[in-house]
């Protein structure tokens, strides 16, 4: 999952939140002093992972796009869903997904403490980047994928994730909603999202 699907996730838990949200971006020694909340959000985010990756749905996803991704195609398809539950967001969410997002970059900030100084470096940036919305549209999709073809380490074909998307857009629409509602279930061992 990408950014916005682990922030709806934490289910306006604050302190789930900024640990969801720092998991990717800290080690070991980045926790020693943080409270018990957040490193459940930590847990969380992990939790989140393992279960999206052995997800029959998300397999079934990423098979049919790793004809053009290739080894890559779990990290476009963490994007393609990021892009769906956007424009579904309706159904998994009763808030504006605008009024999430503020909502969102306001409890980041006020938490930046929290944060390994990168990620404090960072963060103004990715907010005023909209980073939450960076799948939205079609056109911020595609940018997207251009910055991830730029760090990416190997060759890849991120440059035609978002055609491979629309290629395949009943069928992976279908997988993400086959998805979704599992996932949402999933993290109520944690908190409850509805």
């Known amino acids: 999952m990408n950014f916005l699907a ?20 800290i080690n070991n020694s980045d926790k020693k002093g943080l409270n018990s909340q957040i490193l459940e959000g930590i847990n969380l985010h992990k939790s989140i992972d393992h279960f999206t990756d052995n997800h029959q749905a ?3 996803a990423i098979k049919l796009i790793r ?7 779990p990290v476009t398809i963490d994007i393609l869903f990021d892009y769906i539950l956007t424009q579904e967001w309706n159904k998994y969410s009763t808030h504006h997904l605008k009024e999430f997002t503020v909502s ?12 390994p100084a990168k990620l404090q470096e960072m963060l103004p940036r990715m907010i005023a980047d909209d980073f939450l919305l960076s799948c939205a549209t079609e056109e911020r999709l595609i940018t997207t994928f251009q910055r991830v073809k730029r760090r990416a380490k190997f060759d890849n074909n991120f440059e035609s994730g978002h055609e491979a998307m629309f290629d395949n857009f009943d069928s992976l629409n279908q997988l993400f909603h086959d998805f979704f509602p599992d996932i949402m279930l999933h993290v109520q061992e944690y908190c409850d999202c509805n």
């Open 6 to 25: 682990h922030m709806l996730l934490s289910c306006k838990d604050s302190n789930l939140l900024v640990g969801n949200f720092m998991a990717d971006f």
């Open 58 to 60: 998300v397999k079934e």
């Open 67 to 73: 004809p053009s991704q290739g080894k890559y195609a």
């Open 104 to 115: 969102t970059y306001r409890t980041l900030q006020s938490n930046a403490h929290h944060y």
